[in-house]
């Protein structure tokens, strides 16, 4: 079995799909769903452990020789951000049974689970493959997953949203796969090894760099980078809790793995240089962490504060990649970990607070914090990581960063990233201000804590901040491997 | 000159349907519209690639006696992939703009976004 884990990870969920999706009740679908993504994150774990010991996997499928078959080909680099998938899975979904039952229709919910498991496989396959046309297709699976997923929010706006995403997102999914064509044209081959070993002689080519710039700009689109980022403070206000967790904790980190992946392997080290792209993802990232932390601060709705937060923390990443060295890349890297960490943690608080009132507009959580301290206490320590309070994962994030900036001169990147932290005590305060400090709306009701069920997933992910903000061996250690491999972009 | 422009032909059917595609998706309110859009800009990209797929005198890649040049199937299977990929995308737009009908009663894009700010 040990040969196989790298295309287990995506059968195992595919085929459960259709499985969870004829079961009769919600909560067998649950059960099922919980397993499978239980099954996923131990054999992400086992093989992260077996690329760290015995170095890259290759895996062919159907026994077909790359570069004409398909290859998974699994480095450190993959290994991690395919674990980062797994595991946020594995916790969402112990919390998705009461959130889900909340908020979705009986009769629908084996078919909400069903969606969830393919937008699970289409996000590991993505990791796992070698191959660029099959990063399209499992692109697309776990897309059209979750249109699915965010229309079955509550709201109608939950429709637009995701029919917006969806029209996004195809034109992102077709640019890539223009890119994809026009290098398929100069070179002949899909494998990314291959394509590593066969563009450098094309590089010069008008048709590659275009080539490259579709590539870049659809999954730009993906990735939410500002400011092609328009599709999604909708679709996560309004999709349904659950599926914000995990959206925002996994959907974009895989886009950015993607873009590393092209710059760090597919194309040779060095190439983004040459043109216009990395000083693009700077003015980008840059213009992203300012521009959308200031709309966060003037959200009304919970949820949408935090996704334009979202924004602006994809911002960071993009400085990271911009700095084409190697610790920008780290930077990157481990900041993709901790933030999955930190909007996890705080999108389930604030799911669980929806479970309590229904609600998380500004107006209706005033006071909430004192009825519901547990919540609160995640919502304060997810906030503190986000603004990058030494002692939590986001501090080491910002602190990579700035390190990388540093090294580069960069001074305004330099500003801009503490600044972006400033920004953040503001949003999380106007936040923590609401739930805690102004005094309770009278709704009738008392409000009371929200259940153990949704609180222990939420506690996991706030532990989770504080320890990888002490012991960050796990975290950086592999970032710094992965960034070796993808190089420092520049020679 | 002639020769550049006829010769390419079916490269300047790609770059039409692919800016009218666009274009539609960019400039048009309605959702129905939108999605047809999309469709005329994705079929661009098919034709962009069976264009690659060509060879020169090659026959349809089926092997069969006295035939020597095949056009490269490679390209038409990724096609395929991509067309069910394309009809999957279409099938859940349709069925969204289907439930935006029902609860907005408009698929007009300024109507719906009027009905979600006079609340």
Known sequence: ?491 | MTDFIVGHYNYWIVIILMMVGLYTVISRGNLIKKVIGLNIFQVSVFFLYISLGTVKEGAAPIIAEGIEVYSNPLPHVLILTAIVVGVATTALALALVVRIKESYGTIEEDEIHNLDHSL
């Not at chain 1, 919600?26 to 760290?52: D, E, N, P, T």
């Not at chain 1, 969806?166 to 890119?179: E, P, R, S």
């Open chain 1, 1 to 491: 079995m040990e040969d196989h884990i790298s295309l287990l990870l995506v059968v195992v969920p595919l085929i459960a799909a259709p499985v969870v999706a004829v079961l009769p009740r919600g909560r067998s679908a649950w059960a099922v769903a919980f397993i499978v993504a239980a099954a996923c994150a131990v054999l992400a774990g086992m093989q992260l452990w077996a690329v760290l010991t015995e170095g890259a996997i290759s895996y062919e499928l159907g026994g077909w020789a790359p570069p004409w078959g398909i290859e998974y080909r699994i480095d450190a680099v993959n290994a991690f951000v395919a674990l980062i998938v797994a595991a946020i899975a594995a916790i969402t979904l112990p919390y998705a049974l009461l959130s889900v039952e909340r908020e979705i229709p009986e009769e629908k919910i084996p078919l909400f689970y069903s969606a969830m498991l393919l937008c699970l496989t289409g996000l590991l396959g993505i990791t796992q493959t070698g191959d660029i046309f099959n990063v399209f297709v499992f692109l697309e699976i776990s897309s059209l997953a979750s249109y699915a997923l965010i229309s079955l929010g509550r709201d109608r706006q939950a429709f637009t949203a995701a029919y917006q995403y969806l029209i996004m997102g195809t034109i992102g999914a077709t640019f890539y796969l223009i890119g994809v064509g026009l290098i398929y044209s100069q070179t002949g081959s899909l494998n990314m090894q291959d394509l590593a070993t066969l563009l450098p002689g094309v590089l010069h080519l008008k048709t590659v760099e275009t080539g490259f710039a579709f590539i870049m700009i659809g999954i730009a689109l993906k990735l939410a980078l500002f400011p092609l980022h328009l599709w999604l403070p909708n679709a996560y206000t309004y999709a349904p809790s659950v599926v914000t967790v995990f959206l925002a904790a996994t959907a974009t980190k895989v886009a950015v793995y993607v873009m590393l992946r092209i710059l760090g392997t597919v194309f040779p080290q060095g190439f983004a240089l040459t043109t216009p792209a990395d000083e693009l993802f700077i003015v980008a990232g840059i213009a992203g962490i300012v521009i959308a932390s200031v709309y966060a601060i003037y959200q009304q709705n919970v949820k949408r504060l935090l996704a334009y937060s979202s924004v602006a923390q994809v911002g960071y990443m993009a400085l990271g990649i911009g700095f084409a060295s190697a610790a920008g890349v780290t930077a990157a890297l481990v900041h993709l970990f901790n933030h999955a960490l930190m909007k996890g943690a705080l999108f389930m608080a604030v799911g669980a607070i929806i479970y309590r009132i229904g609600a998380c507009r500004m107006d209706q959580i005033h006071g909430l914090g004192r009825a519901m301290p547990w919540t609160f206490g995640a919502i304060v320590i997810g906030g503190l990581s986000l603004v990058g309070v030494p002692g939590t994962a986001g501090f080491i994030s910002k602190w990579y960063l700035v390190v990388a900036a540093l090294e580069q001169e960069a001074w305004i990147s330099v500003a801009v990233i503490l600044m972006g932290s400033l920004l953040a005590v503001v949003y999380v305060g106007k936040l923590i201000e609401a739930l805690y400090f102004k005094p309770v709306t009278d709704t009738g009701t008392a409000v009371s804590e929200a259940p153990l069920l949704l609180l222990v997933p939420t506690w996991g992910l706030v532990f989770a901040n504080v320890y990888f903000g002490l012991n960050t061996d796990l975290t950086v250690g592999v970032a710094e491997k992965a960034a070796a491999i993808l190089g420092g972009m520049k020679p």
